[in-house]
């Protein structure tokens, strides 16, 4: 991806360059069955990003392990490059969740970035569902998503876009660009679908009608899983109550009956997170019988 250096002229900036320690974070977790529950066999981590403890306390599902990523530096700023990744082993059960809202900070001349590969295995399950993102007056934020999922696998994969700090004076769609890129794709590298949706405020009325229009707050979700349970998957999602002038949501069959994606727009964030809670619980109930639970952060 190309430097936006350039175009700050000759102003020195006082950002760390790209690669030095602080820029570069990284969390990898590898989730398998053992002595019955599903555990972190394998995992690492680099601040800006880190991990605390896998947990099991879903009276539901009670061999799942939970997992928080925390960025205790408290957001992304210019020049940050993260990587994510989760793999769940054959038999494993995992949610993957962060402990706040991802900020992403005012920026002057470059960008931050996050890289996320998400591998399911056959007859694994894993759900990661992320708090939401939030650019700042003139952030850059660019995401990169591969998921890679086994034609016996499920992934529930959800996430939620703000406009900006809509609590802060009204600061909307100040951003610079957002840029979101996902490739879907099964273990032996044959392409499902790609997803590409880029925003730049600066240069397009994100209002107008056919962009995002009244309703600023972008929810998103990906459910990957085996072809048997899209009946009930579209019949649970159809009966999601959320409807106009609240909220516009609407959802369709992945190719090559891969699983469904669900899309909503609405203007409240409270509306937001009901809706993805909502459909995750409606995925839940199908794929797996069970309830989601109250989530536990800490």
């Not at 993260?82 to 402990?99: E, F, N, P, Q, W």
């Not at 990957?224 to 959802?251: D, I, M, T």
Request: aromatic letters at 8%; a neutral charge.
């Amino acid at each position: 991806m190309e430097t936006l250096a350039e175009n700050a002229g000759s102003r020195p900036s006082l950002q760390l360059p790209v690669g030095t320690a602080g820029k570069v974070g990284f969390v990898e977790m590898e989730f398998a069955p053992s002595r019955g529950l599903t555990r972190l066999v394998r995992s690492r981590y680099q601040i800006p990003l880190q991990l605390l403890r896998a947990m099991h306390y879903d009276s539901a599902e009670p061999t799942m392990a939970y997992m928080s990523v925390i960025a205790p530096v408290g957001g992304v700023v210019q020049g940050d490059r993260l990587k994510l990744s989760a793999t769940a082993r054959a038999g494993a059960a995992a949610h993957v969740t962060t402990v706040s809202a991802t900020n992403v900070y005012s920026m002057e001349t470059d960008y931050g970035s996050l890289e996320e590969e998400l591998c399911v295995d056959a007859d694994a399950y894993l759900e990661y569902l992320p708090d939401p993102i939030i650019p700042h007056r003139n952030a850059r934020y660019r995401q990169s998503t591969r998921l890679i999922v086994d034609p016996h696998g499920c992934l529930v994969y959800g996430e939620i876009l703000l406009p900006g700090r809509i609590h802060m004076n009204a600061e909307v769609f100040l951003y610079d660009e957002v840029d979101f890129r996902l490739r879907a794709l099964r273990p032996d590298g044959s392409l499902l679908f790609v997803d590409h949706f880029r925003l730049e405020p600066k240069q397009m009325n994100c209002d107008q009608v056919g962009r995002v229009g009244s309703l600023g707050i972008i929810t998103t979700m990906y459910v990957l899983c085996p072809p048997n349970y899209l009946p009930h998957l579209r019949q649970a999602l159809s009966e999601l109550s959320l409807a106009p002038p609240l909220a516009l949501v609407g959802f369709s069959e992945l190719p090559e009956s891969s699983g469904l994606m669900l899309r909503g727009l609405t203007a409240d964030t409270v509306l937001a997170g009901r809706l993805l809670t909502s459909a995750w619980q409606a995925a839940r109930r199908v794929l797996r019988g069970t309830p989601i639970p109250e989530v536990r952060k800490y």
